[in-house]
DNA sequence: CATGAATGAGAATTCATTCAT
DNA sequence: CATGAATGAATTCTCATTCAT
């Protein structure tokens, strides 16, 4: 039984990400969500309160999902490089390999239609990049600046590799990423 | 009367850009448009074909705006990294003056709110920028790669700049502007 | 439950039917048959996905039930005579028992408000009239002439007397009536 | 100028019939009436007093038209058959050649779109129809009934092959004028 | 008279949400 | 919990008509 809400709730999740990411926000209509689910359109609130309910929980869960990724086989005691390329990477991977996931996650930063208090949560899974930063920064590697900068230079780039991909005008290759990832890192680092 | 049919034109487009970049796209419906222009909801008719053609010409009239400031000033016989920095200043100012436009477009970039063709559209007015970046491949200077990931590092972390900055959460001194400038130039450059 | 489905379809062609009849094609917004069905403006589109599929639908279930009662009673194995004159009488009488009907069956044969992919279905229920006189030209009583014009002189008159009974100008009485066939039988026959 | 005037007005009626024939009462906005005929949507305000006004002109007018183009050639002198028989070919040639304009009198025949006080009016263009019918009758040529009736079988089927030859259907070709003519004597007439 | 931008009521249609079954 | 018909407010867009120029 708990199975049985637990899909329901996932299909939910599921079939709104890919309207949302494939159609945008608006063309996403509950009806459809519902019937993509295979679920009638009144049972949506008996998971969630409200659309808005039904995004931000879906904000949530994948953001948490890609930031798992991001530190998955990261542990602190890795030098700042080695953390820093292993938690960009990973996060590539997730964006390349969740392509739906990630053009949601980029839809959702630039517009309002993630409940602002839901975006501020979600901040707080980057902890660890930031604890790592900091590390960096004592070390006279990671140059002294705001992690807004260290953020808008090193993560906030993949997104818009997303954005083009999506529009099947540019395709990363896995040369590029390398190149890629020296930029960044070249971007952060005092040379 | 020239005059008159360019202010109510032009009072759209602002009632417009002054709705989504604050509300979103949703929550812009053409009735609070036309009382935020001070105009009647049918006379939009008159100036745009509809929504999507109000929006598209929102977008190319900021896309053109943004595109003059950008280049103002700049000649193709300056020296690459002078034509870079001057390109890049000018981008960021016209951004932090303009956080609505800024935002607007933003919003743009990763949604599906305006039209396929007119984005395509819009790309061509970049082409000095690609122009220089292919002058400073020539000299060695800058990193030989595809323009989509000098595009990635150079223009876009602009927009995130925006992003946070509208939600307060940050803003960008001009100690920081330069320090910004220093992590995108070491992106693109060969070091 | 089904019964309810068909008594809101039913109310909805029934609105519809009421509403075009006595005021014209124009003059039957879908807010006013809404409310003459008793039922609310979105409802009507749970059962018909626009007002052209209403309009279409209401024709074809007019024709059909017109048609029906044009053959009522009748069988291949008749006289010519009998059977021209059975179904003359039964359009007659169903004419003047359902005017409404007969009336948005003429508003739709010479406008533009019923499909034209619909109204050439409607025409396939003629078939049984079309054997007849065939069977009647065969048979050297019936004039050996198009069934258009057959058409014109045997069915279409029926559609004037509705259109001017309905505004009370005049009524046909069963001598009339009597009068009308005989004049419908010299056209259709040779002398 | 009074030519001047006088274009205006005929253009302005010239292309109501044009739309409305064409695309039917909808489809006939008061915007693309003033572009058809070259003309400001303003100035239509300048010749008629609303649109219910124009189309009712244009009604008479054709009507008038019609009704000339009827008795053209007839006078109370002639035998009775060859009254009809000139009046009969008279207004089958005159829609045969003005089949926009025979159209629009088929629609506002059964439509609520012409005023009922106006469609009276026209009415009295018939009298001479009127008249030859009685005139029969005393002869005993003609069947005393009501001219609605002779109406309906001699005047009335003309508008079917109108609605039929306009989509194409069907053609009426001089030969078949000839039968439908004889149908329709044959209806008339006492044997 | 002619213009055509402006109006605003009203049209068709959509959609988040509710609730009886 | 699940359903899906019903709701009605909201949305986009149309159109007859007016009026300042």
Same mark, same amino acid.
């Given at each position: 039984?708990t199975d #049985?809400? $637990?899909? #329901?709730r996932?299909?939910l999740?599921?079939? $709104?990400?890919d ?7 608006h063309n996403?209509?509950?009806? #459809?969500i519902?019937?993509l689910?295979?679920? @009638? ?6 998971y ?5 309910d ?7 869960? !994948?953001?948490?999902?890609f $930031?798992?990724?991001?530190f ?5 005691e ?6 820093i390329?292993l ?17 949601f ?7 309002q !239609?993630? @409940? ?10 980057l902890?660890?990049?930031l604890?790592?930063w ?8 990671i ?17 818009f590799?997303?954005?083009v991909k #999506? ?5 990363? $290759? ?12 070249s971007a952060?680092?005092i040379k």
């Amino acid at each position: 039984m708990t199975d #049985k809400n $637990t899909d #329901k709730r996932t299909a939910l999740l599921s079939a $709104t990400l890919d309207l949302v990411s494939n159609h945008g926000f608006h063309n996403a209509p509950m009806a #459809k969500i519902a019937k993509l689910a295979d679920v @009638s359109a009144g049972t949506i609130y008996n998971y969630f309160s409200n659309k808005q309910d039904l995004v931000d929980s879906l904000y949530l869960h !994948i953001k948490n999902e890609f $930031t798992n990724a991001a530190f998955q086989g990261y542990d602190e005691e890795k030098p700042v490089k080695e953390g820093i390329k292993l938690i960009w990477f990973n996060m590539i991977e997730y964006k390349m390999a969740n392509p739906k996931q990630a053009n949601f996650l980029s839809q959702c930063e630039d517009s309002q !239609i993630v @409940s602002a208090s839901v975006r501020e949560q979600a901040l707080e899974h980057l902890q660890p990049l930031l604890n790592l930063w900091e590390r960096g920064q004592g070390k006279g590697v990671i140059r002294d600046v705001s992690p807004y900068l260290l953020y808008a230079y090193m993560v906030y780039p993949l997104s818009f590799f997303v954005a083009v991909k #999506k529009r099947d005008e540019f395709h990363l $290759t896995s040369e590029m990423q390398q190149h890629s990832f020296e930029m960044a890192w070249s971007a952060i680092t005092i040379k």
